[in-house]
């Protein structure tokens, strides 16, 4: 059963650090493109970043440039996503999701991507 199993949210204050984690079980996600997405409240998801499997080149949304990085780690069948200065209107869930490319058009990360996680939260709140 292909699943994708995300940890690492929690409660930071503005300014803080989170690294969340998206673990995979089911399938390898050596030849997978990993995309992290969030969604605040009220708003619609968002694409933040992704990581491509072919040839690990990655992508990040403008506003997060400079202070998230995206890593993998195929031994452990996980990919990361580290997060720096945080602000609060970053606040939200944020889900990881698998598919064979990162499907960027006109600068935005696409969310057709075949399997997903359920989410983890991310509060930003002093």
């Known amino acids: 059963q292909v699943q994708l199993v995300e940890s690492g949210g929690g409660l930071v204050q503005p300014g803080g650090s989170l690294r969340l984690s998206c673990a995979a079980s089911?399938?390898?996600?050596?030849?997978?493109?990993i995309g992290w997405f969030r969604q605040a409240p009220g708003k619609e998801r968002e694409g933040v970043s992704c990581?491509?499997?072919?040839?690990?080149?990655?992508y990040y949304t403008d506003s997060v440039k400079g202070r998230f990085t995206i890593s993998r780690d195929n031994a452990k069948n996980t990919v990361y996503l580290q997060m720096n200065s945080l602000k609060p209107e970053e606040t939200g869930v944020y889900y990881c999701?698998?598919?064979?490319?990162?499907?960027?058009?006109?600068?935005?990360?696409?969310?057709?991507?075949?399997?997903w996680g359920k989410g983890t939260l991310v509060t930003v709140s002093s």
């Open positions: 990581i491509s499997g072919s040839d690990g080149s990655t």
């Open positions: 999701a698998a598919d064979y490319h990162c499907t960027v058009v006109a600068g935005t990360l696409g969310s057709g991507m075949d399997y």
């Open positions: 089911g399938f390898t996600l050596d030849y997978y493109s």
